[in-house]
């Protein structure tokens, strides 16, 4: 049995870095800090474009019709990249439950949208406090009640809250529901958004985590003390190493929740909740190694690791944090 | 119209490089290998013409069994299909043989148009696009960073150190472009998943006709006799100025004079 990705697969992870290294490289995160609204629509097309936008979407609506294991290592790559579009809200949760819990109507109305880069979708589900990017937002997945609705952007208020990442803008909304929002789908479509969300931001997570460590390993590589680069000492060392083993093990178990996810397996939420715990502590190492193994220069506004540094703050705590997906996680094994 | 574009597999430009010691030649094992920057260009160019005029793109890669990942890659911009020449008695090919393997599948070949980077980023002569023309008897437009098509008329802006030149030759013809051409896409998902299913079809010397005693490394007009790691970066020298600019001016004026600058 093989369990490694395919080579497609890895081809399509390295078109994607070297997307985002063109694309989206540390100085358009920065500028997406001052922008008004955040966001770049220039690269939401070239998104599209290039096929990240529809990939969960069917052929038949103009998407590329993949799965969440096809889509797991292009998550990576946008954590790596810090990438501040709604590529986990649009491609990995809204879009997929639009497709199998939307009503005929909303599909044929936003699938070929959104794939064309044409329309953005965001969600706010039940346990979520935000919805992120809702003043951009033409659909939102919304959770009432344990319904999902399709909410077009003239049915709903988004109101700004205060986001620590300055590249990841966060919202409350006030949305008008009624019949004709409603979804297809009942409480079983909600609870898979919602283990979707988890997932696809434990798959962000390990892209950042991993970032934060390379920029690490560069530097101790670099920064030198008592005449020797200060990664030669030990105390630096196993620091780098320990990190490395929590961010490469808690990737597995997000590569694992895909599958489930993608296979509909009976254990999803377990596997999702096993994943996006493990990734928001691994990251959380990650995040608290990177800052101490910088020392004072971490801090500072000019370096860049702050933009990995806060997104990788705001994530850890997006869709459940690690506290609250071992409760699930216990509350469901102990339940059966 | 058919155009083809020449690829060349190359090791990645970042990494440091292994030479081996026995016959200098490059250990390709060593480092990871992409498809050469320049070849982005052309296929670039290639895919304009044939979204704006209508085309048929081939891309041809002579380089060892590992290079079907190249042209995979190349296939994946959205190209039609590729040639792929692969045989053991290549190994070592300086410029002129590699023109020669080139040419011989390119005889086999219908086309209107050769479009190729003007230089690969490891060997670097520039060379292989003018002695193409010439072993097949075609007019060449080298350096090409802007070219248009009338008809069967082909027009470029030649990049010399000054400038341009403005240049023109019929089809069939070779085109070679610089950097300034055009800006190089990505290549789309529906790409990569395409590039899985195109034709490719992989030859030997003697399906492009071409004698084993005309290429590789011991047949080749370049020998290699020496190689030399290049030598570590030298420390600068350091002026330290007392703020008012005197001692540092004087110090870059006086490095001018003593170069011949001023």
Not at chain 1, 273 to 296: F, I, M, P, T, W
Not at chain 1, 304 to 321: M, T
Not at chain 2, 44 to 53: L, N, P, T
Not at chain 2, 93 to 113: H, N, P, Q
Request: net charge negative; hydrophobic share 45%; glycine share 8%.
């Amino acid at each position: 049995m093989n369990f490694d990705f395919t080579e497609e697969q890895y081809q399509l992870r390295d078109a994607a870095r070297d997307f985002f290294a063109g694309e989206c490289p540390p100085s358009h995160v920065r500028a997406m800090w001052d922008d008004q609204t955040g966001r770049s629509p220039a690269l939401w097309r070239a998104m599209a474009e290039t096929g990240f936008v529809g990939l969960t979407i069917p052929e038949e609506h103009g998407g590329l019709g993949m799965d969440e294991v096809d889509l797991v290592l292009l998550l990576e790559e946008a954590g790596r990249a810090a990438l501040p579009e709604p590529l986990v809200e649009t491609t990995a949760i809204a879009a997929p439950t639009l497709v199998e819990a939307g009503t005929p109507e909303q599909q044929a109305h936003w699938l070929p949208r959104i794939a064309a880069g044409e329309a953005i979708a965001t969600v706010q589900l039940a346990g979520a406090p935000f919805a992120v990017d809702a003043h951009v937002a033409d659909v939102l997945v919304l959770e009432r009640d344990g319904r999902l609705h399709a909410v077009p952007s003239e049915r709903f208020n988004a109101v700004a809250q205060p986001s620590l990442d300055g590249a990841r803008r966060v919202f409350t909304v006030e949305a008008e529901t009624g019949p004709d929002t409603a979804m297809a789908g009942g409480p079983d479509a909600a609870a898979k958004a919602y283990d979707r969300a988890a997932w696809a931001t434990a798959s962000v997570l390990g892209g950042v985590a991993h970032q934060l460590l390379d920029m690490t390993v560069s530097y101790v590589r670099e920064r030198e003390q008592f005449g020797r680069p200060v990664g030669s000492f030990q105390a630096i060392k196993h620091k780098l190493a320990e990190t490395l083993l929590v961010v490469e093990t808690s990737k597995a178990a997000t590569w694992y929740a895909a599958y489930a996810i993608a296979t509909d397996r009976a254990d999803r939420s377990e596997a999702v909740s096993v994943a996006k715990s493990y990734a928001s502590d691994a990251e959380r190492k990650a995040n608290l190694e990177a800052l101490q193994c910088h020392g004072g220069i971490g801090f500072t506004w000019e370096h860049d690791l702050h933009l990995w540094l806060k997104r990788g703050k705001a994530l850890e705590q997006a869709y459940g944090s690690a506290t609250e997906h071992r409760a699930r996680l216990a509350s469901r094994l102990f339940a059966s | 119209m058919r155009i083809i574009c020449p690829v060349k597999r190359v090791p990645d430009t970042a990494a440091s490089k292994k030479v081996d010691p026995d016959d200098f030649t490059l250990d390709r094992d060593s480092v990871e290998a992409i498809l050469n920057a320049n070849d982005e260009w052309s296929i670039e160019e290639a895919m304009r013409i044939k979204e704006r005029d209508g085309a048929e793109v081939i891309v041809l890669c002579m380089g060892p069994e590992q290079a079907q990942t190249t042209v995979r890659k190349a296939l994946s911009y959205g190209l039609d299909g590729a040639i792929q020449v692969t045989d053991p008695a290549i190994h070592g090919s300086d410029a002129v043989a590699t023109a020669r393997v080139l040419a011989g599948a390119l005889r086999e070949e219908s086309f209107d148009l050769i479009i190729m980077g003007n230089q690969s980023s490891d060997a670097r002569t520039t060379l292989v696009p003018a002695m193409l023309a010439e072993f097949l008897d075609l007019p060449a437009l080298t350096y090409a960073r802007k070219l248009e098509i009338d008809g069967r008329k082909l027009t470029a802006h030649r990049e010399t150190a000054s400038g341009h030149v403005v240049v023109e030759a019929e089809m069939p013809a070779i085109v070679s472009v610089v950097e300034a051409i055009n800006e190089p896409r990505y290549p789309s998902f529906k790409g990569i998943m395409a590039a899985k299913s195109k034709p490719l079809s992989t030859r030997d010397l003697g399906a492009v006709g071409v004698d084993a005693s005309e290429v590789g490394l011991a047949n080749s007009w370049t020998q290699i006799i020496e190689a030399t790691p290049r030598p570590p970066k030298q420390a600068g020298e350091k002026v330290d100025d007392d703020g008012s600019g005197t001692v540092g001016a004087k110090a870059i004026a006086d490095f001018l004079a003593a170069q011949k600058f001023i």
